[in-house]
Structures are given as structure tokens and as C-alpha cells.
């Protein structure tokens, strides 16, 4: 079985900066896109960032542009996500995932319902 752990979530300050990692074992995941979502209280879960399989291509969600940067590293099996200028509307839980399709699409990274393998989560809250 797959498993994907994410780690690197805590409490900080707005304007402060926090990197997640994603951390993937059990099957194949370097050779597909993979990417971020989170979820905060009473919200559905919404799309945050991907990078393709290798590390060409990105995406982002308007309300993270310029502020969050998607990066992996392959021979380690880890995808990032640094976040900087954090804000208390980021406050969520941030999901990696894996990206089932065979080619990049950055439409297809968007969707939800193209991730096919999930994290438990790891907490992001910022205080005002």
C-alpha cells in the first residue's frame, strides 16, 4: 500500500513562514504529479499547488501565488511546500496527494478528483 506522511504543520505568527514535506513510501509516486490541498474548518477541501513528476511544471492557486512555492525531490521520495507572508486565512489542514493522470495538465492538477493516494494531514494555523 501506498502511504503518504506529511509533517512540518504547527502555530505561527501572520507574515511568518512555515515548509511542509511530504514523505512518500510503499508505491510509485516520483513519476507522478503531485499536490497540495487543505481544508479549513466548515470549508471544502480546495487546491493549494502541484508539481509535475519532473519538477517542470507548476501550479497554483491564485490566493497562494507568490506567497507558496511547490518543489520535490525525487531522490528522496519528498514533495515541499514552503510558505511565506502566512496569513490567518491559511489556517487549514494541508493535504499532499497523488496525481493519477498520465500526462500534466494544469486543469487536471486542479481537480480534486484527480488525486488518487492521500495524507492524514498536517495542521497550519496562524495567528493574527
Known amino acids: 500500500q501506498g502511504q503518504l506522511v506529511e509533517s512540518g504543520g504547527g502555530l505561527v505568527q501572520a507574515g511568518g513562514s512555515l515548509r511542509l514535506s511530504c514523505a512518500a513510501s510503499?508505491?510509485?509516486?516520483?513519476?507522478?504529479?503531485m499536490g497540495w490541498f487543505r481544508q479549513a474548518p466548515g470549508k471544502e477541501r480546495e487546491f493549494v499547488a502541484a508539481i509535475s513528476w519532473n519538477n517542470v511544471d507548476t501550479a497554483y492557486a491564485d490566493s497562494v501565488k507568490g506567497r507558496f512555492t511547490i518543489s520535490r525531490d525525487n531522490s528522496r521520495n519528498t514533495v515541499y511546500l514552503q510558505m511565506n507572508s502566512l496569513k490567518p486565512e491559511d489556517t487549514a489542514v494541508y493535504y499532499c496527494a497523488r496525481n493519477y493522470g498520465s500526462n500534466w495538465s494544469s486543469r487536471g492538477a486542479r481537480r480534486l478528483e484527480d488525486y488518487d493516494y492521500w495524507g492524514q494531514g498536517t495542521q497550519v494555523t496562524v495567528s493574527s
Open positions: 510503499g508505491r510509485t509516486f516520483n513519476t507522478f504529479a
